[in-house]
């Protein structure tokens, strides 16, 4: 006999992508339709400009043989959107969702995704609208706090880790007349992504010779100096660059007014690692080479964690679980059991404790002014990135 339905449910995925954000809406997916106890599954396309829109798909009618793909492929399936809800728009939803009757939400998404989240909550809450709210955790920049870590950093991590190892051989071939080579990676105010870098380092010749966090003011004089330090041991330097730097009087090379500013109020600056690129050109005499992959480190399919995958796969189901359960206003985290070998459940955080907050990297991770990781880092970061990286050799008397 069929199970009574509970009440229709909305999936949507919002921010910036992730190698495996499509995981946790297969998991979600596939285990909603496994309890039967949701009425109709509808994805909002867009995100929450779809929910507004009611622009809404049944994504239990969807080929059953499509989910596997759909699992593996980058970018957000149902399609992305960066919107703070308005005080206004805040009631327009809760409208919508109550003229579909929909009685869950599930929101896979970072910090801004959790804020949305839970001012729905809230205000369903006030309401006395019967609205089950579960976000599910997604974020390259790993900066959610209340998680161990965040679906989608270990992907992308590996990708720096490889990029960087790559990067840095062919630095390495063409010092003669490239000396310097600074890639810029993501990870908005967290050094996060930027440390993952030296996943792939096994000796001080390998890249990267310098990394720059957020989390600490740059020095240029220092940059300058460490770079010409390992120029001179190695003939070459790499150095690795956060999106977002600081320097003594603000934004790192940045004019005073940033170039954006998005909905949620985070500033959007000139390159720092272009800035530094001239800095170095100008000092070497020189030509600098800047990598910049942008959205591709968020993207690229072949370099997919097997660890991040399958635990994006379990924050979805999961959030199918806890919703049932009758859990709101709550994200989903991934908690590290604290034996080896590696081991990873599920457990709840209160939303409020998520919303529009960051968790930076911590001090302990990083070992001195060079900003290279400490091996503490190493512990709590390899699992997380999957098959062991490869190892690159050296021809003697190079």
């Known amino acids: 006999m069929a199970r009574r339905s509970k009440g229709n449910v909305v999936v949507l995925q919002s921010g910036g992508p992730t190698p495996v954000i499509n995981q946790s809406l297969t998991g979600f997916v596939r285990e909603a339709l496994d309890q039967g106890s949701f009425g109709t599954i509808y994805g909002a396309v867009h ?13 239990g009618r969807q080929p059953r043989r499509l989910w596997p793909s759909i699992a593996r492929a980058p970018g957000a399936a149902l399609g992305s959107a960066r919107r703070k809800l308005g005080p206004g728009e805040i009631g327009e939803a809760l409208d919508v969702l109550k003229q579909t009757e929909v009685r869950f939400l599930i929101s896979i998404g970072g910090n801004d995704s959790a804020e ?4 729905l909550a809230e205000a369903a809450s006030a309401r006395h609208h019967p609205l089950t709210v579960v976000a599910v955790p997604k974020t390259v920049d790993n900066d959610l706090p209340e998680t ?6 270990g992907s992308a991590a590996r990708f720096i880790a490889l990029a960087t190892m790559g990067a840095g051989r062919d630095a390495e071939a063409l010092r ?10 993501m990870g908005r105010n967290a050094g996060w992504l930027p440390v ?3 996943l792939g380092k096994r000796d001080e010749r390998d890249a990267p010779h310098l990394i720059l966090t957020p989390e600490t003011e740059v020095d240029e004089n220092r940059v300058v100096s460490m770079a010409d330090e390992a120029v001179r041991r190695w003939g070459f330097a790499v150095v690795v660059v956060s999106e977002n730097l600081k320097g ?10 940033p170039e954006h500013v998005d909905e949620f109020g985070h500033a959007y600056h000139a390159s720092p690692g272009r800035y530094l690129a001239s800095l170095l050109t100008r000092h070497f005499k020189a030509r600098v080479r800047l990598e910049s992959p942008n959205a591709i480190q968020r993207s690229f399919p072949t370099c997919v964690s097997s660890t991040d995958a399958a635990e994006a796969y379990l924050a979805g189901q999961a959030a199918a679980r806890y919703a049932l359960a009758g859990h709101t206003d709550c994200m989903v985290t991934l908690v590290r059991e604290p034996d080896a070998p590696y081991r990873c459940g599920t457990g709840l955080a209160p939303l409020e404790a998520v919303a529009g907050k960051e968790r930076l990297l911590p001090p302990a991770f990083v070992t001195d002014e060079s900003g290279l990781p400490s091996p503490e880092f190493h512990r709590y ?11 690159l050799g050296r021809l003697r008397g190079t």
């Open 47 to 59: 995100g929450m400009d779809g929910l507004l829109e009611r622009r809404f798909i049944d994504l």
């Open 116 to 119: 949305n989240a839970h001012l």
């Open 148 to 153: 161990d870590h965040c679906p989608g950093y």
């Open 176 to 185: 003669r007349s490239v000396p310097v080579t600074v890639l810029e990676v």
């Open 196 to 198: 993952a870098a030296a």
């Open 248 to 257: 003594p009087d603000g934004p790192l090379g940045a004019a005073a007014e």
């Open 381 to 391: 970061a390899m699992p997380l990135i999957g098959a062991p990286l490869p190892r």
